[in-house]
């Protein structure tokens, strides 16, 4: 049991990695990018899953990387002031708690280089499995003892192993994309929200106010094809032709970013997060959707205690790292939903979920 598939190379898959490699194991990580993917919003990192940073040895490696908000304010649609905030923001919340905001990709990008000795094929998927066989759409076919899909809210491991995403998915009605460009609000460690009847988003400055990163969402359920981002950024610019402030000025630098992301707000849930020798992590088994604030955290912790129980006893690891996450993972995809009915803004019981789950020592 000591050689391992992970399929993502985002949060969840480098996290696994280098706890594994920490453990022995031979780690083999297919990603479909050509790379580390650049992009995606500002993520949080809190309560269990700081401390996972924190036993990795990397806890002021993170900080350092923090976005250091000073506040956000929401604006009308000509840009007039509604509200203004110095303790919170919309995006990580309370700034005074121990809490770390940072960049998905550079929480990417630092996981990415913790592990050593991890094989990466990028550019390429898997395209079956059977058993421990698996085939690869580039690479040679390979056995492995285990294959863990943290391949995200569309996972492919999981299509391939546990059947149609539309059996696990449930859409929340809300839809978003983020994508990076020049800071030319001119915002200083600062983010500013706009919200329409049906669309709104913010832009926040990022990388020490050299850039921004804006945020453009629109309310329903809308078909698309997540793999053709041309047709994402033509919907948004769709959705967002007769949006006042700042938007037509965001919809020109849309077109140009190099990390345009688009997703609809979704959570998946599964009976079981294992199949055989398959496993999943993060969204790919239990995707709590932005509205969570905690999608990253649970991948971090996932990655934590699978690859603790892997290292303990392979017979009972599928079955352990489900009774000691899933108490924890519900309370937070419950959450999503309660905060989704709240406007958004964190429930009184934020805290206590996010800190309910404690960290086995392995
Ligand atoms: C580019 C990007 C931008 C994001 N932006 C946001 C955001 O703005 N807001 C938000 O809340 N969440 C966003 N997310 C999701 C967020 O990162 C996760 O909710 C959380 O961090 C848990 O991470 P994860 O590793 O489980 O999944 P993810 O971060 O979704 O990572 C999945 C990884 O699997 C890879 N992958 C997908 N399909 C295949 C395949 N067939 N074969 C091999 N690899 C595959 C993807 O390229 C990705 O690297 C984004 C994810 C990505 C990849």
Redesign the pocket.
């Known amino acids: 049991m000591k050689n391992v598939l992970i399929?993502?190379?985002?949060?969840?898959?480098p996290a696994l990695a280098y706890w594994l490699r920490r453990n022995g194991f031979s780690v083999t990580v297919?990603?479909?990018?050509r790379g580390m993917?650049p992009?995606?919003?500002a993520?949080d990192v809190r309560g269990p899953a700081l401390e996972v940073i924190e036993r990795m040895g990397l806890g002021d490696q993170l900080r350092s990387f923090s976005t250091n908000m000073r506040g956000m304010n929401v604006v009308d649609a000509d840009g007039n002031e509604l509200f203004r905030s110095t303790t919170h923001t919309l995006s990580g919340g309370d700034l005074s708690s121990p809490d770390v905001e940072l960049l998905?990709d550079d929480l990417a990008r630092m996981l990415f280089d913790a592990a050593d000795g991890v094989e990466y094929l990028f550019d390429d998927?898997?395209t079956s499995i059977d058993g421990t066989r698996v085939t690869f759409e580039k690479a040679a076919p390979r056995d492995f003892d285990v294959i863990v899909g943290?391949?995200?809210?569309?996972?492919?491991v999981r299509r391939l192993v546990f059947g149609p995403e539309s059996e696990f998915i449930t859409h929340l009605g809300m839809n978003?994309a983020?994508f990076t460009a020049p800071n030319f609000l001119g915002l200083d460690h600062w983010q500013t929200f706009q919200q329409g009847e049906v669309v709104g988003g913010g832009i926040m400055s990022a990388r020490s106010n050299a850039e921004c990163r804006v945020y453009m969402g629109f309310n329903g359920v809308t078909d698309f094809d997540h793999r053709d981002v041309d047709a994402q950024r033509t919907l948004i610019a769709e959705k967002f032709a007769d949006a006042g402030w700042a938007w037509p000025t965001a919809l020109k630098h849309m077109w140009e970013a190099p990390?345009f992301?688009f997703d609809s707000m979704s959570q998946i849930r599964m009976d079981s997060w294992s199949r055989g020798n398959v496993v999943l992590?993060?969204?790919?088994g239990y995707?709590g959707s932005?509205l969570s604030g905690q999608?990253?955290s649970m991948?971090l912790v996932g990655a934590y205690v699978l690859a603790g129980e892997l290292a303990k006893d392979p017979s009972t690891a599928f079955q352990r790292y489900e009774e000691i996450l899933r108490p924890y993972v519900i309370a937070n995809q419950d959450m999503a939903l309660k905060n989704q009915a709240n406007g958004g803004a964190p429930t009184e019981e934020f805290t206590d979920v996010v800190n309910s789950l404690t960290l086995p020592a392995y």
């Open positions: 399929s993502g190379a985002s949060i969840g898959g297919v990603e479909r990018s993917r992009g995606g919003q993520i998905r998927t898997i943290a391949d995200g809210l569309h996972s492919n978003l983020v990390d992301h992590l993060g969204d790919a995707c932005p999608g990253t991948a």
